[in-house]
C-alpha cells in the first residue's frame, strides 16, 4: 500500500511563507490524483489543493494564487508552497493520495498531519 510522510510544518507571522513536503512510497507520477486537506479547529477538513495527471492543478477559491501545488516525480515528492500565509490558514495539513480501483472508484491514502500556525 502506499505511505505519506509530510513535513514542513510550522509556526510562521502572518504574510509568511513555507512548503509543505509530502514523501511517498510509490512514483508520485504513478498516483492518480494527489492533493491537500486542512482542517482547523472547530470546522470540516477541506480541500486546499489538488492535481493529476494531464490536468491543471485545482485550488480552493481561499489559497487561489497564494499556494502553489507541485509534484517531483525524481523525488517521489508533492510539495506545497504557501505564500502571502494568513491567521485563517492555521490548521492541521494532510497530504492525501487517490489511486483507481477495480472494485471502488478509488482508494484514499492520508499521511500523518503537519501543523501550521500563522500568528504574530
Known amino acids: 500500500q502506499v505511505q505519506l510522510v509530510e513535513s514542513g510544518g510550522g509556526l510562521v507571522q502572518p504574510g509568511g511563507s513555507l512548503r509543505l513536503s509530502c514523501a511517498a512510497s510509490?512514483?508520485?507520477?504513478?498516483?492518480?490524483?494527489m492533493g491537500w486537506y486542512r482542517q482547523a479547529p472547530g470546522k470540516e477538513r477541506e480541500l486546499v489543493a489538488s492535481?493529476?495527471?494531464?490536468?491543471?492543478?485545482n485550488y480552493a477559491a481561499a489559497v487561489k494564487g497564494r499556494f502553489t501545488i507541485s509534484r517531483d516525480g525524481a523525488k517521489n515528492t508533492m510539495y506545497l508552497q504557501m505564500d502571502s500565509l494568513k491567521p485563517d490558514d492555521t490548521a492541521i495539513y494532510y497530504c492525501n493520495a487517490k489511486i483507481r480501483s477495480a472494485y471502488i472508484s478509488y482508494l484514499d491514502y492520508w499521511g500523518q498531519g503537519t501543523q501550521v500556525t500563522v500568528s504574530s
Open positions: 492535481v493529476s495527471s494531464g490536468s491543471s492543478p
Open positions: 510509490v512514483s508520485v507520477i504513478s498516483i492518480n490524483v
